[in-house]
């Protein structure tokens, strides 16, 4: 099984010249823990996280250094603090060396990778576009699709799981985040939430009107719509 398989396509994504206001609310509202940035030209600049948010002035949490470290901590390390902890956007605050796989990569190395780097996700990119994402929680769901079967996808299950996002992303109600496709043998696998029984029944029908589906499981949690604190 490789990245392509199990990426998450419809990706939120940010500008780099976006406010931290702006990331906060997208982090918040659609309960991620992390955002791409593109630059000008739709090319991955780097990659903004809740992590970012750890140490602002705004919060009185900025890094504090004894004078004593100050004297031994480089003039470049002391700007950088600064600039992360009172930049206004994305650019300011985004890590760039964040790490990044391929379509193809095997899903064995994408885990050894979220491992090595103690990240929760790896973006997928191809010729610098951004392809997709990959979290902790794919892996968890590709497994559970597989772990009775020991089934891999072919390539008539690939056809099928592009046929499917294709019609989803021509639907406006099918390009939420949180909903991950894997296909094995025929057997499409529904992860993610769902905010109403009617959203739930309009995935099974895409999924079931794909040529070669034999098989819908459903694996959504039903929730209510997101609340968006005031």
Known sequence: MKARDILTANVITIGIDASLTEIADLLVRHRIGSLPVLDERDRVAGVVSEDDFLRRVETGTERRRSRLAEFFTSEAALQQDYVRSRGLKARDVMRTDQPRIGPDVELAEIADVLERYNIHSVLVVE??????????????????????TRAQ???????????????????????????????TDGVVHLWGQVVSPTERAALRVAAERIPGVAKVQDHTTLTGPVAVPE
């Open 127 to 148: 010729e610098e576009r951004l392809v997709g994402i990959i979290s902790r929680s794919d892996l968890v769901r590709a497994y559970a699709s597989v772990a009775d």
């Open 153 to 183: 996808p072919t390539e008539d299950d690939r056809a099928i799981r592009e046929a499917l996002l294709r019609e989803l992303a021509s639907q406006p109600w099918g390009r939420r985040l949180e909903n991950t496709i894997v296909v």
